[in-house]
C-alpha cells in the first residue's frame, strides 16, 4: 500500500446531504391505483454517509456540504452526533436536498433525485484555510453532474493539488455517468489520486464491461484505481503493481443504498492505518456487506468499527 501517500490530518468530504424516503412495496406499482408499501425517512446523502461511516470507522472527518437555511442547524447538530464535523453553508432559496429511493423485493433500489441546495455548492463558502489541518479530500461524483457543484470541486481538486493532498472521487452515479459521458468525466477528475467506481459506472467511463479491463484503462487516468463487483469483490490497482482482487461475502440484502458509501470509508480507514491494499479492500468489502442489511445508507447511531 506503500504507493499510496500517507493520510495525515482529518478527512474532508465534499458533496451532497439529502433526506431519503424509502419505499419498499410489496409488489409492482398498480398504475392508477394503490399498493402496499413500507416508507421510511432517513438521513442520507452520497457525501454525508461516506462521512458517517468514516466516524464510524475511528476516522477524523468533516463534511463540506450546501442545505437549505430552515434545515441547517438541525442537520448539523445530527451530522455532529454522529461524529461529523460539519462545514455547512445555508441556502435561503432552495430546501435541502431529497430524494425517493423505490426499493424492489432483492433490495436493489431506484432514485429519484431533487438536489435542492446541492446545486448551489460553492468554493467561496469553503474555510481559506479548510487545508490546512486536511489529509485526505473525499469528492462524491454526484458534484461534478451539475455546473455550480462542478465549479467548486475542480477548485479543490485545483487547490488540494497545490498542497500535494491526496483526492479521493467516487464515480457514485451510473445514470448521471450516462448523460454525461465517460470522456467529461475522466476530464473533470484529472488530478485525482484514486477513482472508485462500481463495474457499471467503470463501463460507462471505460467503455469496457470486463473488471480487469475497466481497472487497466482507469490506471492509464488515475494513479490508483478500484473497481467493486458487489458480493463478488473489488478489484484494485495502485501504480504500476499487479492488481489485487479480493472476493465479497454474499448478505440478504434488504437495501443496497449506501453500500458503496460504506465500501470507501471501510477502504480508506485501512488506507489511513498503512495497510496492505488487500486489507483495504477487505475492509471496504466487510462495510458495503453490513450496509445492505438495514434501511437507509448510514450506520446505525452508535456503531463502531
Known sequence: ????????????????????????????????????????????GSAANQAAWLAACGV????????????????????????????????PVRHSGRLVTLLDP??????????????????????????????????SGYSFFAPEPRACVLKMIEAARQRRLPVVVDAASAGFLAESG???????????????ANAD??????????????????????????????????HAVVGGEAPVFVAGTAREAIDTTGAGDAFLAGFISAWREKKPLAQCLHAGNRLGALAIERIGGRPEPGLAF
Do not use: C
Not at 433525485?113 to 474555510?127: C, I, K, M, P, V
Not at 467529461?184 to 477513482?195: D, M, N, P, R, Y
Not at 459506472?201 to 492509464?220: N, S
Open 106 to 139: 432483492s433490495g436493489e433500489r431506484s432514485f429519484f433525485a431533487d438536489r435542492g441546495a446541492n446545486l448551489g455548492l460553492s468554493y467561496a463558502d469553503l474555510s481559506p484555510h479548510w487545508r490546512a489541518n486536511t489529509g485526505l479530500v473525499v469528492l
Open 60 to 91: 477524523p472527518v468533516a463534511l463540506f456540504a450546501r442545505v437549505g437555511s430552515k434545515d441547517r442547524d438541525a442537520i448539523a447538530a445530527r451530522l455532529r452526533a454522529e461524529g461529523v464535523e460539519p462545514l455547512l453553508s445555508d441556502d
Open 201 to 234: 459506472e467503470a463501463a460507462l467511463i471505460t467503455g469496457m464491461t470486463d473488471p480487469a479491463a475497466q481497472l487497466a484503462a482507469l490506471a492509464q487516468s488515475y494513479p490508483a484505481a478500484v473497481v467493486k463487483s458487489g458480493a463478488e469483490g473489488s
Open 182 to 196: 465517460g470522456r467529461s468525466f475522466l476530464e473533470w477528475t484529472q488530478g485525482a489520486t484514486l477513482v472508485v
Open 1 to 44: 500500500m506503500n504507493a499510496l501517500p500517507d493520510i495525515a490530518g482529518r478527512v474532508l468530504v465534499a458533496g451532497d446531504i439529502m433526506t431519503d424516503i424509502v419505499v419498499k412495496a410489496e409488489g409492482p406499482a398498480v398504475r392508477g391505483s394503490d399498493r402496499r408499501a413500507a416508507i421510511s425517512i432517513v438521513e442520507g
